[in-house]
């Protein structure tokens, strides 16, 4: 047993002062790939035999037809599986039919307020065929697209999985994103099907969804049905339900369905590998989103086969992913990845510290967690709770920890390790985007050991580097751009209806190479170290947001004349948005003018997205070619006193020292 040992000593012993962490013998017995040796064989074969290498690893998923070619590229666009033909749904569950997860739970879900239910690989598989009728019989087809805005209810799953077995496009809206921002990407893609819920569990509170979406539809003309689901019940979040438009969920399941449309959700069509699977909007350096679109066969095979070895999943695991289904995590690794896997994922609705701060650790207790998947931003929550929180509950359950969405200090990995681990679980730091579309840098949890703050090394298929400039590759521990040198199947295939930005974005940095926005360094032992964005990008509690996006929001107000949104250490959220803005003339800088801004972005974009400070300015420090220097407005909102840099290309040196002056 693991606790066998003296637990002071496991842990000081794998941990040693060089800050290593080695699995336990134990843990390395059980797991899929145990030594660095075998790592390096599979990563080798990964890029020297892709076609055999994809071949056996993605044996399991449901092919209708194999593929010819592996891959097929013209820089930045590239095919994977040439040739095939599947649908991504019967990968997810009809597979599964046959064997022994028919009767396994798929979905174990628990409701905020306290409710649980649990659907098997059956009953998922028959949800999503139920609603892959009905929406055919609401006229989806192969190609349009679907926008969902939804909670994390098990639904949202379903009617990702059903848009998948028709073949239509789905785009999932987090839920905390505002009526605005929800209009503007339902018009962007086009959609002409929404699907939401009457509200979501918050805190205790209501988040009014339909509501929102209603002030949305006002201005989206391409949707022809809203599709309502009732989590909540009429009393607490009363919905005007659109004659014509709108159609309570269950209702819709209660209809009988066509022939023809029944046929087809039982055995769906199989499309090309390349056909499109969903549009993710995420943010980039300016103001408009960008639409990440992944297709069918190559977003499937790396979240299949990213999760396996990354989980390291093994039969009787129950595993937590606690990303919304809103954001790329909550697609590869709470529906696809597991599901394609047959792995049995906890899903929860709610808050992290409702009705108290101990919610997280009494559902591993209560439904006995194995793999727990979180973020950063969560565990530095959790540190400041306090270890009363989760030394109330028995985590002995736990066997792997894993983190994503930016980077972990080391203070917080170790509380994580210690007082989650119990220092007897690995931790898998885990490095990938939107774009990306499955994880692409970590420690496979048997193999290999792991920093403390270091996101490990490269998976299948993976060849990525730390350059400069030129191109060419760093020198150990010498920072640098993050690029990914070569196309991988789970890659973005472009940006939804901008295959411009798509090339300048990510391809036109260097020369044939994927530019990642992020800086980093590889230390002596091959170990990636990202610090984080070198774009406009910020990462806020592990929202990634754009800085041009809050700027748009705030120029859109008719108080405003300029704004520029920075990002400063923040030891909560890593990073904290502080705003600089400019009054248009006879404005004043007033509390309530503060006040009607901070509530201008949660119009805007949504309350995730509200600015921690904004400090009124005269005027922005500039460029005599009238750039704004935001790297003098980080140090200033950091409280630097003094300027680091370069400052002869700024125009008028007095702005600074007057923005220093104003500070808070
Ligand atoms: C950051 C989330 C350090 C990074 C899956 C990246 C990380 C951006 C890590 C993508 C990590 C993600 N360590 N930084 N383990 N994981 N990031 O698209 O800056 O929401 O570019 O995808 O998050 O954010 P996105």
Not at 613 to 631: H, N, Q
Not at 655 to 661: D, E, I, P
């Amino acid at each position: 047993m693991e606790g066998a040992e003296p637990m002071s000593d496991s842990i000081e012993s794998r941990l040693k002062e060089d800050r290593k962490f080695e699995p336990s013998a134990e843990f390395k017995k059980a797991a899929l790939v145990s030594s660095p040796e075998a790592y390096e064989a599979l990563y080798k074969r990964s890029l020297d035999e892709p076609e055999a290498f994809w071949k056996e690893e993605t044996k399991d998923l449901a092919w209708r037809t194999p593929w010819k070619k592996f891959h097929e590229w013209e820089l930045p666009h590239a095919k994977f599986f040439v040739g095939a033909t599947l649908n991504v749904s019967e990968s997810c569950l009809d597979r599964h039919l046959t064997t022994n997860a028919r009767t396994t739970a798929a979905l174990i879900f628990e409701g905020e307020p306290g409710d649980t239910r649990t659907l098997t690989y059956f009953e998922l598989h028959r949800e999503v065929v139920r609603l892959t009728a009905a929406l055919a019989d609401l006229g989806v087809k192969a190609g349009d697209r679907v926008a969902i805005y939804m909670g994390m209810v098990p639904e949202a799953a379903i009617a990702m999985l059903a848009c998948a077995r028709i073949g239509a496009t789905h785009s999932v809206i987090f839920g905390g994103f505002s009526s605005d921002a929800l209009r503007d990407r339902i018009n962007d893609c086009q959609a002409k099907v929404l699907l939401t819920q009457d509200g979501a569990w918050r805190r205790g509170n209501v988040v009014p969804l339909k509501k929102m979406a209603d002030v949305a539809l006002e201005g989206t003309p391409t949707i022809e049905k809203v599709v309502v689901l009732k989590r909540i019940g009429r009393e607490s979040a009363p919905c005007e339900m659109k004659e014509g438009r709108d159609v309570w969920y269950e209702d819709l399941l209660g209809r009988t369905p066509s022939a023809e449309s029944l046929a087809l959700a039982k055995k769906p069509p199989a499309f090309d590998a390349e056909h499109p699977l969903f549009i993710l909007y995420t943010s980039g350096s300016t103001g408009k989103p960008k639409g990440v679109l992944h297709t069918s066969a190559g977003y499937l095979a790396g979240a299949h086969v990213t999760t396996r070895y990354v989980f390291d999943l093994r039969d009787g695991d129950l595993y937590w992913c606690t990303a919304d289904v809103g954001w790329v995590t909550g697609h590869s690794y709470i529906v696809y990845g597991p599901l394609s896997n047959g792995a049995t994922c906890l899903m929860y609705e709610g808050a992290p510290n409702f009705p108290d701060p101990g919610r997280f650790w009494q559902i591993i207790e209560r439904h006995g967690v194995t793999v727990l998947y979180t973020a950063p931003t969560a565990i530095r929550a959790f540190i400041r709770w306090g270890d009363d929180w989760p030394a109330k509950s028995d985590l002995s359950s736990l066997r792997l920890l894993g983190s994503v969405g930016e980077p972990i200090n080391p203070e917080a990995w170790t509380w994580y390790h210690k007082v989650i681990g119990k220092g007897r679980c690995p931790i898998v730091d885990t490095w990938w985007q939107t774009e990306t579309g499955s994880i692409m840098l970590t420690t496979l949890p048997g193999a290999c050991h792991s920093k403390p703050g270091s996101t490990g090394l490269p998976l299948f298929g993976v060849d990525i580097a730390v350059v400069k400039d030129d191109g060419a590759e760093c020198k150990a521990n010498e920072g640098g751009k993050l690029v990914i040198r070569k196309p991988w199947p789970s890659m973005t295939r472009t940006l939804w209806g901008d295959d411009e930005r798509f090339k300048q974005a990510y391809w036109s940095q260097m020369p044939g190479v994927y530019f990642t926005g992020d800086g980093a360094r590889r230390d002596e032992d091959g170990y990636f170290w990202v610090v984080g964005r070198i774009d406009d990008v910020l990462n806020v509690a592990g929202h990634r947001i754009g800085t041009a996006e809050i700027e748009s929001a705030l120029v859109s107000h008719p108080a405003v004349a300029e704004a520029a949104a920075v990002g400063k250490p923040d030891e909560l959220k890593g990073q904290a948005l502080v705003v600089f803005v400019t009054l248009k003339g006879g404005q004043e800088p007033t509390k309530e003018l503060k006040a009607k801004l901070t509530e201008h972005v949660d119009k805007e974009i949504g309350k995730f997205a509200r600015p921690e400070s904004i400090r009124f300015t005269d005027a922005l420090p500039k460029t005599r070619s009238g750039k704004i220097m935001r790297r003098l407005l980080k140090e200033i909102a950091s409280g630097a006193t003094e300027t680091k840099g370069d400052t002869s290309t700024l125009e008028d040196l007095s702005v600074l020292a007057k923005l220093r002056a104003d500070e808070e």
